[in-house]
């Protein structure tokens, strides 16, 4: 069954589908979506974050220049592209808020998960930058202004600190605001590493502790990072999101009364916030009603996180196949209109 925001409503005697939803796009009513990465209350975070982060990116960079610090403009960069992440994930937060069209039935929710996967992108080519510079130092490292890799590095961690907190609230709801809470938190981290590094040079002249930091941001970011890749691209395929448990849903429908068997389940991602579910439900005694349709709906979304559920109720007891799962090949999939 095809994902639509169009169904009708068919309850009438004597048919063999009814088709029921929970999509209040405009948010009114008891089956209105929750979204938890609301531009409106992290839009603040945000521009606070992104100013003071671009502002320190280029005094980082200019300090880090004088005091031929490898790792003080290598920090630079990272911020630098945590800026542009924020950003990315800023747009994609006002974006996802679209009232859905004729031609983009759900709005534009996905944007969140294509931000969330260029963001990830985005580090992953600043850490290879970083790391190959690093390198190339390491057969003649130059001396380093300590004492000034200290003091910026000292200014990064007030500012990123500050920022992560901005992002904490909301960290655990969104991924797109958990992943700009875990870059700020590993700059500060990053950057509180720079200012020991800044000290050991001042006192022992050891330059190369600065391509070895260098290197050990690039670690530090890498291992941050992979875990907003995964899920990132993993809602891009229409992946189960990771917090859902799809045989717990399956049995709560299975165990509902008159149904008789669950097929056609599909659960995806419609943003970094909210989940989509379709299932055919078999009920050969008949349609139950609206009500006790809406409350399944009501326990879909409160329990099991799903918010936008659309279920289907077939009265027979005649098979209707998915083509997604019995077809022989991939070229009879793409000739399929729907289950």
């Known amino acids: 069954m095809a994902p639509s925001a169009h169904d009708d409503h068919d309850h009438g005697p ?27 209350t992290h839009g603040r975070a945000f521009a606070i974050a992104i100013a003071l982060n671009a502002a320190f990116v280029v005094v980082e960079f200019f300090y880090g220049y004088l005091a031929n610090s490898t790792a003080l403009m290598a920090d630079a960069g990272h911020n630098l592209s945590d800026v542009l992440g924020l950003m990315l994930a800023w747009g994609a937060a006002w974006l996802s808020q679209r009232r859905p069209s004729a031609r983009y039935t759900y709005g ?18 600043a850490c290879g930058g970083i790391g190959w510079e690093a390198v190339l130092r390491f057969s003649s490292p130059p001396a380093v202004a300590g004492g000034t890799v200290m003091t910026v590095a000292a200014i990064g961690i007030l500012i990123n600190g500050f920022s992560a907190w901005l992002f904490l609230k909301g960290s655990e709801g969104d991924l797109n605001i958990r992943g700009a809470y875990l870059h700020m938190a590993a ?10 590094a800044g000290a050991a040079m001042v006192y022992t002249h050891w330059y190369w502790l600065d ?18 890749l995964r899920q990132s691209v993993q809602l891009a395929l229409a992946a189960v999101p990771p917090h859902i448990d799809v045989a717990a849903v399956t049995s709560y429908l299975g165990a509902l009364p008159g149904v008789a068997e669950v097929h056609d389940l599909h659960i995806w991602g419609m943003s970094t916030t909210e989940t989509a579910l379709t299932a055919h439900l078999v009920m050969p005694a008949g349609y139950p009603g609206d009500a006790v349709i809406d409350e399944v709906r009501v326990t879909l979304r409160q329990r099991y996180a799903l918010h936008h559920s659309t279920l289907q109720v077939e009265l027979g007891t005649t098979q209707h196949a998915c083509s997604l799962h019995d077809a022989p090949a991939p070229a009879a999939v793409h000739a399929a209109h729907g289950h």
């Open 108 to 125: 534009l929710r996905s944007t969140s998960i294509l931000a969330a996967l260029a963001n990830a992108m985005l580090l992953f080519v």
């Open 187 to 196: 700059d500060a981290a990053v950057s509180l590493g720079v200012v020991i």
């Open 211 to 228: 391509p070895v930091l260098s290197l050990v941001i690039v670690a530090v970011v890498l291992w941050g990072t992979w875990g907003l």
């Open 14 to 40: 004597g048919t063999d589908h009814g088709h029921t939803h929970d999509h209040d796009h405009h948010g009114h009513g008891a089956h209105g979506h929750h979204h938890h990465g609301d531009p409106t």
